[in-house]
């Protein structure tokens, strides 16, 4: 059958990374349609100009050329017809993210905002699309892989697919290319994983694991009406990492060092970052994908949409991404706790938690948490990883001022039967409210300091009322994530992160406050020489440990050309290190309570 609105995509010419895109519009606008084309994409929120990469657009209607009108950096208007319009674009697609879209002579991944035109005012109509293969000299072998519907082509293959609405359409990204699949069920509904780059992973245990994972959130939140199929979309090169969610699927990144090998059986760290991944963009399919804030109820694809809610959406998933890890009894609980330290570590080691809420954060990501500069550090906090630790405390004192009645869990249950179930935006302080309701006591004080604050959280005290201890201490270097205890850590605070670039290495960041700034190191300065002794990233850590709290010490940096000799004072290293434990001598009420948060 034909739709109102029908696009035909196909790798035109792979070695140019050059997808065709065909769009024709059965009844356009008679006064002369319009077309725009996504500035950024849900779930990342930059604005990337995806029409930047269309290198050629042309229209045509009954045979003959219709003339179009750029009205701006992404629309186009067309002139007055009265037939169906036919426009055909030439995309440059080489971003190999999980945002863009890429193309070469081994595979094809696009998302939907870089390629799909957007119908202006029939944006409700129903579209096909017919994904081709590439010209005949390339492709063999190649399969599909999509969330969107098909209709018509078999499965994993090339052929007719539909979306009931523009915004569905754009929300199946699809790879193709020689792909590793494999298929489950989680509650009765068809799951699958489909694998691009060499690989040799345990697809049976992988598979496993993933779908104890997805039935732990699934139990959790219920089923959503409309989720009658999944797919994970897993790229695996050599490097990278990166996460995008969408209502039937998710595109993720992650080094294939990560998969689980045959034979092994234990969950490696590797293997542990990969699971978290898979669990954080599944659990977005309720959590921001179907629950959302009300600035996205519709997406407004052509400007910044802002709120102050992103960390309901990320830092809560990011609590429920591990904590669903250990509840499906993939990791133990001391495997979950170094994750938890790890996280407290990242807050702890920022000097703008001090400066900027997680509110604030969520609101300004646009400008500041996706286009983030050397002083990053010392101006923004991660509504990440602060919002996973708000969640944890929210968590903690839900469970320890109602006596185990009230968890978050509970909390998200009611977030998704008003927010997710009805398809109504949740407002900027609904999430508080929902809280406030269902504890029955205020939470005021609590989110004006943690979500509008920039104080210390009472996770010490919230973590000791459960039975569990947190240890600060310095840090043993520029690989220590924290999370478990360390020897050798160090004595004194340089303050500058370094990184070699080919033979120099150059300072990144500088902490405010440390002896680095005080001294006059700058990001961008070449670091040549501690005590007249040439350093590298690789060594500085070593060279500070010859040093005591206030020993002095000369520095050479290159600026640019110049050749600075700087004095430096050492100072005490920071206590911005963390790992928890499960306390030896907590009395029985506590560890009642640290009993129900672990379920065990
Ligand atoms: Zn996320």
Same mark, same amino acid.
Request: with cysteine; proline share 5%; glycine share 8%.
């Given at each position: 059958?034909?739709?109102?609105?029908?696009?035909?995509?196909?790798?035109?010419?792979?070695?140019?990374?050059?997808?065709?895109?065909?769009?024709?519009?059965?009844?356009?606008?008679?006064?002369?349609?319009?077309?725009?084309?996504?500035?950024?994409?849900?779930?990342?929120?930059?604005?990337?100009?995806?029409?930047?990469?269309?290198?050629?657009?042309?229209?045509?209607?009954?045979?003959?050329?219709?003339?179009?009108?750029?009205?701006?950096?992404?629309?186009?208007?067309?002139?007055?017809?009265?037939?169906?319009?036919?426009?055909?674009?030439?995309?440059?697609?080489?971003?190999?993210?999980?945002?863009?879209?890429?193309?070469?002579?081994?595979?094809?991944?696009?998302?939907?905002?870089?390629?799909?035109?957007?119908?202006?005012?029939?944006?409700?109509?129903?579209?096909?699309?017919?994904?081709?293969?590439?010209?005949?000299?390339?492709?063999?072998?190649?399969?599909?892989?999509?969330?969107?519907?098909?209709?018509?082509?078999?499965?994993?293959?090339?052929?007719?697919?539909?979306?009931?609405?523009?915004?569905?359409?754009?929300?199946?990204?699809?790879?193709?290319?020689?792909?590793?699949?494999?298929?489950f069920?989680v509650r009765?509904?068809?799951h699958?994983?489909?694998?691009?780059?060499?690989?040799?992973?345990?697809?049976?245990?992988f598979c496993h694991d993933i779908e104890t994972i997805c039935a732990t959130h699934m139990d959790l939140l219920g089923l959503?009406?409309?989720?009658?199929?999944y797919?994970f979309?897993?790229?695996?090169?050599?490097?990278?990492?990166?996460g995008?969610e969408?209502?039937?699927?998710s595109?993720l990144?992650?080094?294939?060092?990560?998969?689980?090998?045959?034979?092994?059986?234990?969950v490696? $760290?590797?293997y542990r970052t990969l699971l978290g991944l898979i669990s954080h963009e599944y659990f977005h399919l309720w959590n921001v994908?179907?629950?959302?804030?009300?600035?996205?109820?519709?997406?407004?694809?052509?400007?910044?949409?802002?709120?102050?809610?992103?960390?309901?959406f990320e830092g809560i998933t990011s609590y429920y991404d591990d904590l669903a890890l250990l509840r499906s009894g993939l990791i133990d609980v001391?495997s979950y706790l170094e994750l938890l330290?790890r996280v407290?570590?990242?807050?702890?080691?920022?000097?703008?938690?001090?400066?900027?809420?997680?509110?604030?954060?969520?609101?300004?990501?646009?400008?500041?948490?996706?286009?983030?500069?050397?002083?990053?550090?010392?101006?923004?906090?991660?509504?990440y990883?602060?919002g996973a630790?708000?969640a944890l405390?929210?968590d903690?004192?839900?469970?320890?001022?109602?006596?185990?009645?009230?968890t978050l869990d509970h909390v998200m249950q009611?977030?998704w039967?008003?927010?997710?179930?009805?398809?109504?935006?949740?407002?900027?302080?609904?999430?508080?409210?929902?809280?406030?309701?269902?504890?029955?006591?205020?939470?005021?004080?609590?989110? $004006?300091?943690?979500?509008?604050?920039?104080?210390?959280?009472?996770?010490?005290?919230?973590?000791?009322?459960?039975?569990?201890?947190?240890?600060?201490?310095?840090?043993?270097?520029?690989?220590?994530?924290?999370?478990?205890?360390?020897?050798?850590?160090?004595?004194?605070?340089?303050?500058?992160?370094?990184?070699?670039?080919?033979?120099?290495?150059?300072?990144?960041?500088?902490?405010?406050?440390?002896?680095?700034?005080?001294?006059?190191?700058?990001?961008?300065?070449?670091?040549?020489?501690?005590?007249?002794?040439?350093?590298?990233?690789?060594?500085? $850590?070593?060279?500070?440990?010859?040093?005591?709290?206030?020993?002095?010490?000369?520095?050479?940096?290159?600026?640019?050309?110049?050749?600075?000799?700087?004095?430096?004072?050492?100072?005490?290293?920071?206590?911005?290190?963390?790992?928890?434990?499960?306390?030896?001598?907590?009395? $029985?009420?506590?560890?009642?309570?640290?009993?129900?948060l672990f379920g065990k």
């Amino acid at each position: 059958m034909s739709y109102p609105v029908e696009y035909r995509i196909r790798p035109a010419n792979p070695a140019a990374h050059l997808l065709e895109v065909t769009l024709t519009v059965a009844q356009p606008d008679p006064a002369g349609q319009q077309f725009a084309l996504p500035t950024w994409i849900p779930g990342s929120y930059l604005i990337r100009d995806y029409a930047r990469n269309i290198i050629s657009i042309r229209a045509e209607s009954d045979g003959l050329a219709v003339a179009l009108d750029k009205l701006d950096k992404s629309r186009w208007q067309a002139a007055a017809v009265e037939k169906p319009l036919t426009v055909t674009i030439e995309v440059f697609a080489f971003d190999q993210s999980v945002r863009g879209a890429h193309v070469d002579t081994s595979h094809a991944y696009f998302n939907g905002p870089c390629v799909f035109l957007e119908v202006v005012g029939q944006e409700d109509r129903r579209c096909g699309v017919r994904i081709e293969p590439p010209p005949k000299a390339f492709g063999k072998g190649w399969r599909v892989a999509t969330s969107m519907e098909p209709d018509g082509a078999p499965i994993y293959g090339f052929g007719k697919y539909r979306a009931e609405n523009y915004a569905e359409l754009i929300d199946h990204p699809v790879e193709i290319g020689e792909l590793s699949i494999g298929e489950f069920t989680v509650r009765g509904v068809p799951h699958a994983i489909a694998i691009r780059g060499r690989q040799a992973a345990d697809m049976p245990r992988f598979c496993h694991d993933i779908e104890t994972i997805c039935a732990t959130h699934m139990d959790l939140l219920g089923l959503p009406a409309d989720l009658d199929r999944y797919l994970f979309l897993l790229h695996t090169p050599g490097d990278g990492y990166g996460g995008l969610e969408h209502a039937w699927s998710s595109s993720l990144v992650i080094p294939r060092d990560n998969l689980p090998r045959r034979g092994q059986d234990e969950v490696s $760290d590797d293997y542990r970052t990969l699971l978290g991944l898979i669990s954080h963009e599944y659990f977005h399919l309720w959590n921001v994908k179907r629950i959302r804030p009300a600035a996205f109820r519709p997406y407004d694809l052509s400007a910044e949409s802002h709120t102050g809610l992103l960390w309901v959406f990320e830092g809560i998933t990011s609590y429920y991404d591990d904590l669903a890890l250990l509840r499906s009894g993939l990791i133990d609980v001391d495997s979950y706790l170094e994750l938890l330290g790890r996280v407290m570590t990242r807050v702890q080691r920022g000097a703008g938690r001090l400066r900027q809420s997680v509110e604030e954060s969520s609101f300004d990501a646009w400008t500041k948490f996706y286009k983030q500069d050397a002083n990053a550090e010392n101006a923004i906090v991660s509504y990440y990883a602060k919002g996973a630790l708000i969640a944890l405390s929210l968590d903690l004192k839900l469970r320890d001022e109602t006596d185990g009645r009230v968890t978050l869990d509970h909390v998200m249950q009611e977030c998704w039967r008003r927010f997710g179930e009805t398809g109504v935006g949740m407002q900027e302080r609904e999430f508080e409210a929902v809280c406030n309701e269902l504890a029955g006591f205020s939470l005021q004080d609590f989110f $004006d300091a943690a979500v509008r604050g920039t104080g210390e959280l009472p996770l010490d005290h919230l973590l000791e009322r459960h039975a569990i201890d947190v240890h600060y201490r310095t840090s043993a270097g520029t690989r220590d994530k924290g999370g478990k205890p360390a020897r050798d850590t160090a004595q004194v605070w340089f303050g500058a992160s370094i990184a070699n670039r080919g033979n120099r290495a150059v300072v990144t960041a500088v902490s405010n406050g440390s002896p680095a700034e005080l001294a006059g190191i700058s990001p961008g300065d070449e670091l040549v020489a501690l005590d007249g002794l040439r350093v590298s990233a690789n060594s500085l $850590d070593t060279a500070v440990r010859r040093y005591r709290v206030n020993d002095k010490v000369g520095v050479a940096v290159f600026r640019g050309d110049e050749l600075l000799s700087l004095d430096l004072k050492f100072a005490a290293a920071p206590q911005n290190t963390v790992h928890l434990a499960l306390a030896a001598d907590a009395s $029985d009420d506590a560890l009642a309570r640290r009993q129900r948060l672990f379920g065990k």
